[in-house]
């Protein structure tokens, strides 16, 4: 991923990639310095250490712009019970789904978030994935949310990766508040979104926009709110049904929208006016066992940049691993390797307002890169498990495979 990369790549420039045979990054402290020939940068700069990717691949540290890591339990029990064919919205309305892992976290200790929270940072970076954008909104309470978020702000500070939080009250109407989800609305906009705001707990709002949780109307009406805050907004939309979620995106100006399994052409002509950037989660509609999957060819032919993330959550994507994101875009979306990397890496980073910052491996943005062993991209997204990376840079430090850092003379 060559610069100069300040601004997303969609259409026919998402597969617009560089490879350089022999290549080397140089690292000064924490940011790039200089791309190019090993030979060349060896000669530049006389590198007091290297750290030698033995002929693996060097990539941009992938970008995962969704996800939910801030919960108790894993939900396989709700795995097995779709394998036999049950719906995700069955399960949910059988008081599984997203209100099971309310229970957890409100009876959790915020010790006990954390740890959980940061176990699965690590296991980010083990995968490749440096910057990792994460949700709350297995809350559902002033309390558990602001719970949610003071432990995003905690790992936040230890630096495992650079974690963007992002507040999602507005993920599921709370039990105590069912049949009178305009008053959870009233709560959210009245109370919560001014206080996650004013504590700087988030960066962005988030809403599950969906038949069974919020309208277009409430969804309207909390974004507009969010974004008076000063947060930026995030949306899921069109996940289960055809709602017009994509066009409410564009008209809200939202920085992505997320999901899209169901959205429709007029949505799509919508999102590519506004130059919002699709989020895709293609592993979801595989766990969900939902055939309906993101139409990513035709809004690539839109000119859309998408984004692809994980969705990492307990219920409907467990799956932290880019990579496997990777080859199951490939797969289901027909996507190149090359529009792939472009996807996991300068798309998300865009979405999440670092553009200038992460996303390509060029002079001047953030030492965050990562190593495989395998010799060439289309190798990464062609084999399923074999993701786990060789080495990992995070803001210039060797997080993974400091071992085969080797100083010069
Ligand atoms: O992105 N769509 C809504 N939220 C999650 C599901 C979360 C859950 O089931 O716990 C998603 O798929
Ligand atoms: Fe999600």
Redesign the pocket.
Same mark, same amino acid.
């Given at each position: 991923m060559h610069g100069p990369g300040l601004s997303s790549r969609g259409g026919t420039d998402l597969g617009r990639i560089l490879s350089i045979p022999d290549g080397a990054v140089a690292i000064d402290g924490e940011r790039i310095v200089a791309v190019g020939r090993t030979a060349d940068l060896r000669r530049d700069f006389a590198p007091r250490a290297e750290l030698d990717a033995q002929g693996g691949l060097v990539i941009p540290g992938l970008v995962d712009a +969704?996800t +939910?890591p801030v919960f108790v339990s894993t939900?396989e029990d709700e795995f097995e019970l779709r394998t036999q064919g049950k719906s @995700?919205l069955e399960i949910a309305a059988a008081g599984g &789904?997203?209100l099971s *892992?309310v229970r957890g976290v409100r009876a959790a200790s915020k010790e006990d978030l954390l740890e959980r929270l940061l176990l699965r940072l690590e296991r980010f970076v083990d995968l490749g994935t440096t910057t990792v954008e994460a949700k709350s909104g @297995?809350g559902l309470s002033l309390e558990a949310e602001t719970k949610s978020l003071e432990v995003l702000a905690a790992a936040r500070t230890r630096g495992i990766v650079d974690l963007v939080p992002t507040f999602l009250g507005a +993920?599921d109407v709370p039990e105590e508040y069912r049949g009178r989800g305009a008053d959870y609305v009233d709560l959210l906009i009245r109370e919560a979104l001014p206080r996650v705001a004013a504590a700087r707990l988030a960066d962005y709002a988030d809403v599950?926009t969906?038949g069974h949780t919020f309208d277009l109307d409430a969804s309207r009406r909390l974004m507009e709110c969010a974004r008076g805050l000063g947060l930026g907004v995030r949306m899921?939309v069109d996940?289960l049904s055809d709602l017009g979620g994509a066009s409410l995106a564009a008209q809200l100006g939202a920085q992505s929208a997320d999901?899209l399994e169901f959205v429709s052409e007029a949505g799509i002509q919508a999102l590519a006016m506004a130059g919002v950037i699709p989020v895709l989660?293609p592993l979801?509609p595989l766990y969900l066992r939902q055939e309906r999957e993101a139409p990513a060819r035709r809004m690539i032919q839109a000119g859309l940049a998408p984004a692809i993330s994980t969705?990492f959550?307990? &219920? *409907?994507?467990p799956l932290q691993s880019l990579p496997e994101v990777m080859t199951w875009a490939a797969l289901r979306y027909r996507m190149s390797a090359a529009e792939c990397l472009t996807a996991a890496t300068l798309n998300p980073a865009c979405s999440l307002a670092r553009g200038s910052e992460i996303g390509t491996l060029e002079a001047d943005k953030r030492a965050d890169l990562v190593i495989f062993s395998c010799s060439n991209l289309r190798r990464l997204v062609s084999e399923f498990g074999s993701s786990r990376a060789r080495a990992v840079v995070v803001r210039g430090r060797v997080v993974r495979g400091a071992e085969q850092v080797r100083t010069r003379a």
């Open positions: +969704h +939910h939900r @995700y &789904g997203i *892992s @297995y +993920h599950f969906e899921h996940q999901h989660c979801v969705d959550n307990p &219920g *409907s994507c």
